[in-house]
């Protein structure tokens, strides 16, 4: 859902972003950029205004709420990190975390912070010992908790 309950956003198997209203009109679809990766995560940013995309090739995408893409955000995968599985943004629209990993080796997962304003380096947050599933930020924004295919969830101090 949009921050203010009226839109919906949905990723589908074959990688199409739709936008719906809550009475289930498609307002928007968002295919042609993906051809060849696939969308793995779609959420609005807080003020509703835009959607920020994850991607099987490890980018980033910013689109309107229309379809057109406003950015492309840099990769900032360590090395050996290929894909992207989620994306999601602090209350504040200032920070991003990421999880990523390798197509064949769950188990290096790592949750990457970024400030969207490019003046701090992205922060890794290691301790799982399996896959990490979801990364979310608490409604202030300090704080990160991730679930893990290792059976934990873990708080963390942004």
Known sequence: FSP???LIVTVSGISILRVWNTSGKMLAEIS???????IRDANFSPDGQCIFTSSSDG??????????????????LPEGQSSLSKVSLSPDGQNLVMISFQDNYFSTVRVWVSNLSGNQQPVELIGHQGFVYSASFSPDGKRIVTASSDQTARIWDL
């Open 4 to 6: 203010d309950g009226n």
């Open 32 to 38: 042609d950029h993906y051809r060849r990766y696939s």
């Open 59 to 76: 980018t980033i995408h910013v689109w309107d709420l229309f379809g057109n893409l406003l950015a492309e955000l840099p990769k900032q």
